[in-house]
Protein backbone atom coordinates (compact mmCIF):
# COMPACT_ATOMS: atom_id res chain seq x y z
CA UNK A 1 0.00 0.00 0.00
CA UNK A 2 1.20 3.36 -1.19
CA UNK A 3 2.03 5.77 1.78
CA UNK A 4 1.59 9.20 1.86
CA UNK A 5 2.12 12.19 4.22
CA UNK A 6 0.45 15.27 5.82
CA UNK A 7 2.82 18.05 6.74
CA UNK A 8 1.60 21.17 8.52
CA UNK A 9 2.87 24.67 8.62
CA UNK A 10 4.65 24.43 11.02
CA UNK A 11 6.42 21.16 10.51
CA UNK A 12 4.11 18.74 12.12
CA UNK A 13 4.19 15.41 9.89
CA UNK A 14 1.50 12.89 10.06
CA UNK A 15 1.77 9.49 7.95
CA UNK A 16 -0.90 7.13 6.52
CA UNK A 17 -2.05 5.51 3.65
CA UNK A 18 -3.25 7.04 0.20
CA UNK A 19 -6.56 6.39 -1.31
CA UNK A 20 -8.13 8.54 -3.81
CA UNK A 21 -5.97 10.50 -6.38
CA UNK A 22 -2.05 10.12 -5.95
CA UNK A 23 -1.37 13.38 -6.48
CA UNK A 24 -0.02 16.10 -3.81
CA UNK A 25 -2.22 18.46 -3.12
CA UNK A 26 -1.99 21.94 -0.55
CA UNK A 27 -4.50 23.75 1.49
CA UNK A 28 -6.08 24.67 4.77
CA UNK A 29 -6.91 21.85 6.96
CA UNK A 30 -9.96 21.70 8.74
CA UNK A 31 -11.63 19.28 10.97
CA UNK A 32 -15.73 18.45 11.18
CA UNK A 33 -17.27 16.66 14.03
CA UNK A 34 -20.36 15.25 11.96
CA UNK A 35 -20.58 11.00 12.02
CA UNK A 36 -22.73 11.35 9.25
CA UNK A 37 -22.99 12.81 5.72
CA UNK A 38 -19.34 13.02 4.40
CA UNK A 39 -20.90 12.46 0.72
CA UNK A 40 -22.65 15.90 1.18
CA UNK A 41 -19.65 17.84 2.75
CA UNK A 42 -17.61 16.91 0.18
CA UNK A 43 -19.78 18.29 -2.54
CA UNK A 44 -20.39 21.25 -0.07
CA UNK A 45 -18.96 24.11 -1.89
CA UNK A 46 -18.18 25.77 1.30
CA UNK A 47 -15.08 23.45 1.62
CA UNK A 48 -13.19 24.73 -1.88
CA UNK A 49 -9.76 25.05 -1.54
CA UNK A 50 -9.43 22.93 2.38
CA UNK A 51 -8.09 19.61 2.97
CA UNK A 52 -11.14 18.06 5.41
CA UNK A 53 -10.41 16.26 8.58
CA UNK A 54 -13.22 13.89 9.54
CA UNK A 55 -13.53 12.78 13.31
CA UNK A 56 -15.58 10.38 12.84
CA UNK A 57 -13.11 7.04 12.47
CA UNK A 58 -15.42 5.27 10.27
CA UNK A 59 -15.58 7.24 7.05
CA UNK A 60 -17.01 5.61 3.56
CA UNK A 61 -19.24 2.63 5.06
CA UNK A 62 -22.36 3.50 3.00
CA UNK A 63 -20.30 4.07 -0.32
CA UNK A 64 -21.45 6.89 -2.76
CA UNK A 65 -25.27 7.69 -3.82
CA UNK A 66 -26.41 9.03 -7.40
CA UNK A 67 -25.12 12.45 -8.39
CA UNK A 68 -28.65 14.01 -7.55
CA UNK A 69 -28.53 13.29 -4.14
CA UNK A 70 -25.21 15.11 -3.93
CA UNK A 71 -24.81 19.43 -2.88
CA UNK A 72 -23.05 19.91 -6.32
CA UNK A 73 -22.20 18.24 -9.41
CA UNK A 74 -18.69 17.81 -7.97
CA UNK A 75 -16.34 17.33 -4.81
CA UNK A 76 -15.02 20.74 -3.67
CA UNK A 77 -12.05 20.03 -0.67
CA UNK A 78 -8.75 19.29 -1.82
CA UNK A 79 -8.55 16.59 -0.03
CA UNK A 80 -9.86 14.24 2.65
CA UNK A 81 -8.16 12.88 5.64
CA UNK A 82 -9.59 10.19 7.60
CA UNK A 83 -8.72 7.43 11.31
CA UNK A 84 -10.20 4.50 8.75
CA UNK A 85 -11.48 4.75 4.94
CA UNK A 86 -14.40 1.87 4.50
CA UNK A 87 -12.97 0.23 1.14
CA UNK A 88 -15.94 -2.33 1.20
CA UNK A 89 -18.94 -0.76 1.89
CA UNK A 90 -22.62 -1.55 1.55
CA UNK A 91 -26.17 0.36 1.16
CA UNK A 92 -28.68 -0.38 -1.51
CA UNK A 93 -28.43 3.03 -2.76
CA UNK A 94 -24.40 2.80 -3.31
CA UNK A 95 -22.91 3.39 -7.07
CA UNK A 96 -19.30 3.51 -6.00
CA UNK A 97 -16.80 3.44 -3.21
CA UNK A 98 -15.67 6.74 -1.79
CA UNK A 99 -12.27 5.70 -2.86
CA UNK A 100 -12.79 5.28 -6.51
CA UNK A 101 -15.47 8.40 -6.48
CA UNK A 102 -12.13 10.64 -5.08
CA UNK A 103 -9.55 8.71 -7.62
CA UNK A 104 -12.28 10.18 -10.63
CA UNK A 105 -12.32 13.58 -8.69
CA UNK A 106 -8.87 13.76 -8.57
CA UNK A 107 -9.43 13.96 -5.02
CA UNK A 108 -6.59 11.94 -2.70
CA UNK A 109 -7.73 10.43 0.83
CA UNK A 110 -5.25 9.67 3.53
CA UNK A 111 -5.93 7.41 5.65
CA UNK A 112 -4.97 5.70 9.05
CA UNK A 113 -3.98 8.52 10.81
CA UNK A 114 -4.14 9.68 14.28
CA UNK A 115 -7.29 12.02 13.81
CA UNK A 116 -7.97 12.72 16.98
CA UNK A 117 -4.31 14.01 18.08
CA UNK A 118 -4.24 16.12 14.55
CA UNK A 119 -7.90 17.31 16.02
CA UNK A 120 -6.55 18.65 19.44
CA UNK A 121 -3.70 20.10 17.57
CA UNK A 122 -6.04 22.10 15.21
CA UNK A 123 -8.57 23.18 18.33
CA UNK A 124 -4.99 24.22 20.48
CA UNK A 125 -3.72 26.51 17.46
CA UNK A 126 -5.95 26.75 15.03
CA UNK A 127 -6.56 26.02 11.61
CA UNK A 128 -3.41 25.78 10.22
CA UNK A 129 -1.97 25.79 6.32
CA UNK A 130 -1.24 22.14 5.12
CA UNK A 131 -0.46 19.49 2.32
CA UNK A 132 -0.72 15.85 1.33
CA UNK A 133 2.74 15.10 -0.06
CA UNK A 134 2.24 11.42 -2.17
CA UNK A 135 5.58 10.09 -3.72
CA UNK A 136 7.79 12.38 -2.31
CA UNK A 137 6.37 14.65 -4.71
CA UNK A 138 6.75 18.23 -2.43
CA UNK A 139 4.70 21.23 -3.12
CA UNK A 140 4.45 24.87 -1.40
CA UNK A 141 1.82 25.57 1.28
CA UNK A 142 -1.28 27.49 -0.09
CA UNK A 143 -3.85 30.27 1.64
CA UNK A 144 -6.95 29.84 -0.47
CA UNK A 145 -8.15 32.69 1.82
CA UNK A 146 -6.64 34.98 -0.15
CA UNK A 147 -8.41 33.86 -3.21
CA UNK A 148 -11.90 34.62 -4.20
CA UNK A 149 -13.20 31.42 -3.30
CA UNK A 150 -16.71 32.39 -4.27
CA UNK A 151 -15.83 33.49 -7.47
CA UNK A 152 -14.50 29.77 -8.29
CA UNK A 153 -17.24 27.93 -7.02
CA UNK A 154 -20.21 30.59 -8.47
CA UNK A 155 -21.90 29.61 -11.85
CA UNK A 156 -21.16 31.44 -14.62
CA UNK A 157 -24.65 32.24 -15.92
CA UNK A 158 -27.98 33.34 -15.02
CA UNK A 159 -30.66 30.29 -14.56
CA UNK A 160 -34.20 30.65 -13.77
CA UNK A 161 -35.73 27.45 -12.01
CA UNK A 162 -39.65 26.99 -11.55
CA UNK A 163 -41.00 24.00 -9.49
CA UNK A 164 -43.29 23.04 -12.46
CA UNK A 165 -40.32 22.58 -14.34
CA UNK A 166 -40.21 18.55 -15.99
CA UNK A 167 -36.41 18.51 -15.64
CA UNK A 168 -36.03 18.97 -12.42
CA UNK A 169 -38.00 16.30 -11.08
CA UNK A 170 -34.99 14.55 -9.80
CA UNK A 171 -34.58 17.78 -7.51
CA UNK A 172 -37.45 17.67 -4.89
CA UNK A 173 -41.00 17.18 -4.28
CA UNK A 174 -41.97 20.87 -5.28
CA UNK A 175 -45.87 22.06 -4.81
CA UNK A 176 -47.79 22.26 -8.45
CA UNK A 177 -49.45 25.34 -7.91
CA UNK A 178 -47.94 27.85 -10.48
CA UNK A 179 -50.36 30.55 -8.96
CA UNK A 180 -49.27 33.47 -7.87
CA UNK A 181 -45.45 31.90 -7.90
CA UNK A 182 -42.91 34.26 -5.67
CA UNK A 183 -39.50 35.10 -7.80
CA UNK A 184 -36.87 34.52 -5.34
CA UNK A 185 -33.38 35.94 -6.84
CA UNK A 186 -30.66 32.98 -4.97
CA UNK A 187 -27.39 34.80 -4.93
CA UNK A 188 -25.22 31.78 -5.28
CA UNK A 189 -21.95 32.02 -3.60
CA UNK A 190 -21.09 28.47 -3.08
CA UNK A 191 -25.02 27.20 -2.65
CA UNK A 192 -26.03 23.48 -1.65
CA UNK A 193 -28.73 22.14 -3.66
CA UNK A 194 -30.77 21.51 -0.85
CA UNK A 195 -31.28 25.46 -0.21
CA UNK A 196 -32.63 25.47 -4.20
CA UNK A 197 -34.66 22.15 -3.37
CA UNK A 198 -36.55 24.25 -0.20
CA UNK A 199 -36.78 27.10 -1.87
CA UNK A 200 -38.82 25.34 -5.14
CA UNK A 201 -40.91 23.03 -2.55
CA UNK A 202 -42.70 25.88 -1.41
CA UNK A 203 -44.05 26.92 -4.88
CA UNK A 204 -41.27 29.69 -6.27
CA UNK A 205 -39.41 30.47 -9.17
CA UNK A 206 -36.20 30.84 -8.52
CA UNK A 207 -33.49 33.26 -10.83
CA UNK A 208 -30.14 31.52 -9.54
CA UNK A 209 -27.47 34.56 -10.00
CA UNK A 210 -23.94 34.68 -9.97
CA UNK A 211 -22.09 35.97 -7.40
CA UNK A 212 -21.72 39.53 -9.14
CA UNK A 213 -24.61 39.19 -11.09
CA UNK A 214 -26.74 42.65 -10.35
CA UNK A 215 -30.30 41.48 -11.11
CA UNK A 216 -31.57 45.35 -10.25
CA UNK A 217 -29.42 46.55 -13.03
CA UNK A 218 -31.12 43.50 -14.81
CA UNK A 219 -34.58 44.38 -14.11
CA UNK A 220 -35.40 40.94 -12.86
CA UNK A 221 -38.93 41.10 -10.88
CA UNK A 222 -37.51 39.95 -7.87
CA UNK A 223 -39.70 39.16 -4.50
CA UNK A 224 -36.79 38.37 -2.26
CA UNK A 225 -33.45 37.48 -2.00
CA UNK A 226 -31.84 34.63 -0.59
CA UNK A 227 -28.08 35.07 -0.22
CA UNK A 228 -26.03 31.20 -0.04
CA UNK A 229 -23.53 29.77 1.76
CA UNK A 230 -19.91 29.46 0.44
CA UNK A 231 -16.32 29.29 0.88
CA UNK A 232 -13.28 31.43 1.97
CA UNK A 233 -12.87 35.60 3.23
CA UNK A 234 -16.71 37.05 2.76
CA UNK A 235 -14.52 40.82 2.59
CA UNK A 236 -12.73 39.71 -0.80
CA UNK A 237 -16.25 39.29 -2.16
CA UNK A 238 -17.27 43.13 -3.07
CA UNK A 239 -19.35 42.37 -5.70
CA UNK A 240 -21.98 40.04 -4.36
CA UNK A 241 -21.75 43.07 -1.07
CA UNK A 242 -22.71 45.82 -3.82
CA UNK A 243 -25.37 43.84 -4.77
CA UNK A 244 -26.69 43.05 -1.67
CA UNK A 245 -26.09 46.97 -0.61
CA UNK A 246 -28.15 47.65 -3.37
CA UNK A 247 -31.00 44.85 -2.57
CA UNK A 248 -31.09 46.47 1.43
CA UNK A 249 -31.64 50.01 -0.25
CA UNK A 250 -34.67 48.60 -2.15
CA UNK A 251 -36.02 47.31 1.51
CA UNK A 252 -36.41 43.57 -0.68
CA UNK A 253 -37.01 40.86 1.64
CA UNK A 254 -33.22 39.77 2.05
CA UNK A 255 -32.52 35.92 3.83
CA UNK A 256 -28.61 34.99 4.48
CA UNK A 257 -27.46 31.65 4.97
CA UNK A 258 -24.49 31.27 6.48
CA UNK A 259 -21.89 33.17 4.28
CA UNK A 260 -24.73 34.93 3.33
CA UNK A 261 -24.84 35.95 7.13
CA UNK A 262 -21.53 37.84 6.74
CA UNK A 263 -22.39 39.05 3.65
CA UNK A 264 -25.01 40.56 5.03
CA UNK A 265 -23.48 42.48 7.95
CA UNK A 266 -20.67 43.53 5.48
CA UNK A 267 -23.57 45.16 3.08
CA UNK A 268 -25.15 46.99 5.80
CA UNK A 269 -22.02 48.78 7.32
CA UNK A 270 -20.71 45.66 9.96
CA UNK A 271 -17.67 43.48 10.12
CA UNK A 272 -16.35 40.02 10.29
CA UNK A 273 -13.38 38.56 11.78
CA UNK A 274 -11.74 34.64 11.52
CA UNK A 275 -12.74 31.98 14.35
CA UNK A 276 -9.71 30.11 15.65
CA UNK A 277 -10.68 26.42 14.08
CA UNK A 278 -14.28 27.33 12.95
CA UNK A 279 -18.02 25.38 13.31
CA UNK A 280 -18.32 22.47 10.97
CA UNK A 281 -20.35 19.94 12.35
CA UNK A 282 -23.95 18.55 12.47
CA UNK A 283 -24.01 19.12 16.10
CA UNK A 284 -23.79 22.77 16.91
CA UNK A 285 -26.54 24.00 19.44
CA UNK A 286 -27.72 27.55 18.57
CA UNK A 287 -29.68 29.42 20.99
CA UNK A 288 -32.36 32.03 20.07
CA UNK A 289 -31.86 35.22 21.47
CA UNK A 290 -35.65 36.48 21.76
CA UNK A 291 -36.98 32.86 23.23
CA UNK A 292 -34.16 31.18 24.49
CA UNK A 293 -34.95 28.05 22.68
CA UNK A 294 -31.91 26.12 21.44
CA UNK A 295 -31.99 24.47 18.01
CA UNK A 296 -29.13 21.96 16.81
CA UNK A 297 -27.83 22.71 13.78
CA UNK A 298 -25.55 22.11 10.76
CA UNK A 299 -22.55 24.61 10.43
CA UNK A 300 -19.28 25.14 8.15
CA UNK A 301 -17.80 28.10 8.13
CA UNK A 302 -14.15 29.64 9.16
CA UNK A 303 -15.61 33.69 9.50
CA UNK A 304 -18.28 35.02 11.88
CA UNK A 305 -20.07 38.23 12.18
CA UNK A 306 -18.47 40.79 15.03
CA UNK A 307 -21.51 41.55 17.17
CA UNK A 308 -19.77 44.11 18.98
CA UNK A 309 -19.60 45.80 15.74
CA UNK A 310 -23.31 45.05 14.34
CA UNK A 311 -24.52 47.16 12.05
CA UNK A 312 -27.10 50.00 12.51
CA UNK A 313 -30.47 49.10 13.08
CA UNK A 314 -29.35 45.37 13.58
CA UNK A 315 -29.62 43.02 16.65
CA UNK A 316 -28.35 39.28 17.44
CA UNK A 317 -30.96 36.90 16.70
CA UNK A 318 -28.94 33.71 17.61
CA UNK A 319 -26.33 33.05 18.94
CA UNK A 320 -24.04 29.74 19.45
CA UNK A 321 -23.99 27.98 22.54
CA UNK A 322 -20.55 26.50 23.04
CA UNK A 323 -18.17 29.72 22.01
CA UNK A 324 -21.30 32.21 22.20
CA UNK A 325 -20.50 34.17 19.07
CA UNK A 326 -23.26 35.40 16.21
CA UNK A 327 -25.49 32.45 15.04
CA UNK A 328 -27.55 35.41 12.95
CA UNK A 329 -28.96 38.99 12.96
CA UNK A 330 -32.32 40.56 12.25
CA UNK A 331 -32.67 44.34 11.56
CA UNK A 332 -35.28 45.46 14.06
CA UNK A 333 -37.87 47.04 11.57
CA UNK A 334 -37.36 45.49 7.87
CA UNK A 335 -37.32 42.31 6.18
CA UNK A 336 -33.09 41.90 6.51
CA UNK A 337 -32.34 38.74 8.50
CA UNK A 338 -29.69 36.06 8.16
CA UNK A 339 -28.58 33.21 9.58
CA UNK A 340 -24.89 31.62 10.48
CA UNK A 341 -26.25 27.83 10.27
CA UNK A 342 -27.66 25.81 7.61
CA UNK A 343 -31.47 25.80 7.48
CA UNK A 344 -31.12 23.06 4.78
CA UNK A 345 -29.19 20.57 6.67
CA UNK A 346 -28.18 17.86 4.36
CA UNK A 347 -26.37 16.28 6.48
CA UNK A 348 -27.37 17.20 9.45
CA UNK A 349 -31.08 17.98 11.71
CA UNK A 350 -34.05 19.93 10.28
CA UNK A 351 -34.72 21.70 13.09
CA UNK A 352 -34.54 24.79 11.30
CA UNK A 353 -36.20 24.07 8.13
CA UNK A 354 -39.09 26.94 9.34
CA UNK A 355 -36.48 29.83 8.56
CA UNK A 356 -37.39 29.14 4.81
CA UNK A 357 -41.10 29.61 5.37
CA UNK A 358 -40.41 32.85 7.99
CA UNK A 359 -39.11 34.25 4.58
CA UNK A 360 -41.66 33.58 2.27
CA UNK A 361 -43.92 35.25 5.22
CA UNK A 362 -42.27 38.37 4.68
CA UNK A 363 -42.09 38.37 0.89
CA UNK A 364 -45.41 37.48 0.98
CA UNK A 365 -46.10 40.64 3.53
CA UNK A 366 -43.98 42.89 2.01
CA UNK A 367 -46.01 42.50 -1.42
CA UNK A 368 -49.44 42.94 0.18
CA UNK A 369 -48.03 46.44 1.11
CA UNK A 370 -46.73 47.79 -2.13
Known sequence: MKTAQLILSDGTK???QSFGASKSVAGEVVFATGMTG?????????????????????????????????????????????????TKPSHWQMQQTLDSWCKKEGV??????DTRA???????????????????????????????????????????YSSSDPALRGIGKF???????LKIG??????????????????????????????????????????????????IATKSIAIIKKSLERKLPTFGVCLGNQLLALAAGGDTYKLKFGHRSQNQPTMEVSTNRCYITTQNHGFAVDEKKLPKGFIPWFVNANDHTNEGIKHEQLPFFSVQFHPEATPGPTDTTWLFDFFFEKVRSMKKEL
Not at 72 to 85: N, W
Not at 122 to 139: A, C, E, Q, T, Y
Not at 175 to 181: E, L
Request: charged share 25%.
Open 118 to 160: LTQKLRDHGVMLGKIVVDNKDIELDDPNLRNLVAEVSPKNLQI
Open 14 to 16: FEG
Open 38 to 86: YDMSLTDPSYAGQILVFTYPLIGNWGVPSKENWESDRIHTKALIVGDLT
Open 175 to 181: SKSSKNK
Open 108 to 113: PIISGI
Open 186 to 235: LLNCGAKKSILRNLLERGATVYELPWDYDPFSNNLPLDGLLISNGPGDPK
